[in-house]
């Protein structure tokens, strides 16, 4: 889940207690891709699927619309010279009309997952940041850097990445959800351009007939 799932801004986890606790500050610094490691959770992958689930019917309306515009479209390419003129303002007035109710249901569809996103992730990403600080606490971390924005670090070693290892005890400590399988966050109707590649659990891209 572009989507959209939210977008947390930089990750700093100061270790305040941890520093009165004992007599050197600690100075060590982490990573992590707050995004990716919350719907790589078995929770994050079963809200991905229940999602598709959810809006898929939808998506496979907005699918069949633009599929139908297409054809009238190309109906009316090839018999403009044939066709009478009242036949002609007819279809393309068809056309105009099924584009802008495409268009309002892209939109709706576009918020409604959004939304929907956002729910989920504010939960998921709260008990990830619980788990992240234990975590941090327990390592003798003074900062955890959230790379989910790239021009957040320009540059780390991947050896103080530590999101692989705040996933698994983000799953041992929420085992209710069981090892679904990962499934595909909702996405726009056949037709559209293809989105730039962004990281796991952004908001989807733009469904058919919404502008960018």
Not at 22 to 47: F, L, M, Y
């Amino acid at each position: 889940m572009k989507k959209s799932f939210v977008v947390f801004p930089a990750l700093v986890l100061g270790m305040a207690a941890l520093a009165n606790a004992q007599t050197q500050v600690p100075t060590k610094v982490a990573i992590i891709h707050i995004q990716q490691a919350i719907v790589s959770t078995k929770d994050g992958q079963k809200a991905q699927q229940d999602l598709g689930a959810k809006f898929g019917p939808k998506r496979s309306e907005l699918e069949k619309k633009k599929s139908q515009i297409d054809a009238m479209t190309e109906q009316l390419r090839k018999g403009s010279a044939t066709m009478s003129d009242d036949a002609k303002n007819k279809m393309a007035k068809d056309i105009d009309t099924l584009n802008k109710e495409m268009t309002r249901g892209g939109e709706d569809y576009d918020a409604e997952v959004q939304q929907e996103e956002g729910k989920v992730m504010n939960v998921l990403g709260q008990q990830m940041l619980d788990v992240v600080g234990k975590y941090a606490a327990q390592n003798g971390f003074a900062m955890v850097l959230d790379i989910s924005n790239q021009q957040t670090v320009l540059w780390a070693d991947p050896s103080v990445n530590i999101t692989a290892e705040c996933i698994k005890l983000y799953d041992q400590a929420h085992p209710g959800a069981g090892a679904a399988p990962p499934a595909a966050a909702p996405k726009p109707a056949a037709g559209t351009a293809p989105a730039t590649a962004k990281p796991a659990g952004t908001p989807p891209p733009v469904p058919p007939g919404k502008k960018q």
